[in-house]
């Protein structure tokens, strides 16, 4: 399942946009944060996207701007969301953290080391804490957000106060 494809899909199921505008509003909602895609990924899917016949594509110029080519979700890109749509609701897929390489190996440091490094990972997890409550709190007041937008920042904010409650647990084992 292409979570990158779903993403480009969906957003264009309403709207015609150049691969320019998606990767902005994608840096706008802080996508790269909540899911493993980047910005060069984003132009390679939107090619292939029409290459494979899911997306209409068009050139236009306006004014002395230089040609941009426009993109838009056809028929067959339709079916393909949809499919892909089916396909994400059977499968929750698998959580991978990318520190639970650094603490599989916490116990081949010194206890100084330890100690040290298991501080800076609570302080990081806090930063990352204090950066979605922030953010969901901004977005709870303001109400800018879909309600699916609203409801992946309200996941993190949840995510990251357990992760904050369990890094203490953490610190405090090897403490």
């Not at 709207?15 to 840096?27: H, L, T």
């Not at 990352?128 to 303001?142: C, D, P, Q, T």
Request: charged share 30%; hydrophobic share 35%.
């Amino acid at each position: 399942m292409s979570s990158i494809n779903l993403i480009i899909l969906g957003y264009l199921k309403n709207q015609e946009k150049s691969a320019y505008e998606m990767v902005k509003e994608f840096d706008v909602w802080n996508i790269t944060k909540w899911l493993k895609i980047s910005n060069p990924s984003i132009y390679k899917n939107i090619i292939k996207l029409c290459d494979n016949g899911y997306l209409n594509s068009r050139t236009v110029k306006e004014g002395e701007m230089p040609e941009k080519t426009l993109y838009s979700m056809n028929e067959k890109g339709n079916s393909y969301f949809n499919e892909l749509m089916e396909e994400s609701s059977k499968h929750i897929g698998n959580v991978y953290l990318d520190f639970n390489a650094f603490l599989v190996n916490i116990e081949n440091l010194t206890e100084e080391k330890r100690k040290e490094y298991l501080k800076n990972f609570k302080e990081k997890v806090q930063e990352r804490r204090s950066f979605a409550k922030s953010v969901y709190n901004r977005e709870k007041l303001h109400k800018e957000k879909s309600g699916s937008e609203f409801l992946i920042l309200d996941l993190y904010n949840e995510f990251y106060g357990i992760l904050e409650k369990w890094s203490e647990k953490v610190f405090d084992y090897y403490d």
